[in-house]
C-alpha cells in the first residue's frame, strides 16, 4: 500500500502553502493572538488557512526524530534508575517511555524508548556507558529506526 504523503519541494508549489505554515508558526509562537492576524501578517485570506492548516506541514528539528528502543536490568537499589536517566540525559538522548517490571530477586527488567535524533556517535557508545553504571547489566538495544 503506498503512503498518501509526498515530499515536494516548495519551489514548485503556490506560495500560499509556505504562508499557511508561516501563519501556524505565528500563532504556535504568540505573535498572532488569533487566526485573523496571523492571516494578515503573512498575506493569505482566512479561508485559505482554515482550507489547508490541516494538511501542509513544515519539516524541522521538531518534527524529525530517531527512535531507540533498549532493554537493560538494573539491580533494586534506590537511585539507580536516575542514574541511567542522567547518563542517556547526558548522550543527548530524550526519553519517550519507560516500561519497569517489579524486581524479582532484586533485579528489575527496564525498557526504555527514547529520541536518539540529539544524540552525537552511535548506540554502541550508549549502550557501553550504560553496561558501565554499577548496578546495570544486560544492556541491549531492541529497535533502532
Do not use: W
Not at 539491580?75 to 541511567?84: A, C, M, N, T
Amino acid at each position: 500500500m503506498q503512503s498518501k504523503y509526498l515530499l515536494v519541494d516548495k519551489e514548485i508549489l503556490p506560495a500560499y502553502y509556505e504562508r499557511v505554515i508561516e501563519a501556524k508558526e505565528h500563532l504556535a509562537s504568540g505573535r498572532a493572538k488569533d487566526v485573523s492576524e496571523a492571516t494578515k501578517m503573512v498575506g493569505i485570506s482566512r479561508s485559505t488557512y482554515y482550507k489547508y492548516k490541516d494538511y501542509v506541514f513544515a519539516t524541522n528539528s521538531d518534527t524529525e526524530c530517531r527512535k531507540a528502543v533498549i532493554s537493560l536490568t538494573l539491580y533494586h537499589k534506590s537511585g539507580l534508575l536516575g542514574e541511567v536517566l542522567n547518563v542517556l540525559s547526558s548522550k543527548g538522548a530524550n526519553i519517550l517511555t519507560i516500561t519497569q517490571n517489579l524486581p524479582v530477586n532484586k533485579r528489575a527488567h527496564v525498557v526504555l524508548s527514547m529520541d536518539v535524533s540529539g544524540v552525537v556517535g552511535d548506540m554502541t557508545a550508549i549502550c557501553d556507558a550504560l553496561s558501565s553504571i554499577q548496578g546495570v547489566s544486560g544492556v541491549k538495544p531492541i529497535a533502532i529506526e
